[in-house]
């Protein structure tokens, strides 16, 4: 006779083994994985073992359009990195043309400033020459 405790824990034995998988059907329109690693000094590599797996996991070169396609997208990002590029220029020469500005402006308040000092010396300079004249007018 078996006990009712016995029979429930083998059931629950037989519930907690792991069920053998079914192996995944490919599904051709869902999402594949690709990992790759850029090295830098060789862009061609990266971009080989992409094409490499697209032709692969795809059918997008079994259409003729598909050079142009690629040649096409190069093509903007050529010219993308070139407005990047000229961008950055424009960037950088502007900030020089502003100190350049600030440069020639504080030369110019110097100018002033020292403009104004000797002034005002010469000013102080020239007031006891006036007053000896005066005198030498009042003496005569």
Known sequence: MAILSDYRGDEQQQQQQPQPRQPQQRQPNAPKTFNATLDPSNPLGFLHSAFEFVSIESDFFHNDSSEKEVGGLARKMIEKHREEQEKKKRIEEEKQREELEKKK?????????????????QTENEAPVKEEKEEEKKEE
Do not use: G, N, P, V
Not at 105 to 115: G, N, P, T
């Open 105 to 121: 402006k504080k030369i110019e308040e110097e100018k002033r400033e020292k403009d104004a000092a000797l002034a005002q010396t």
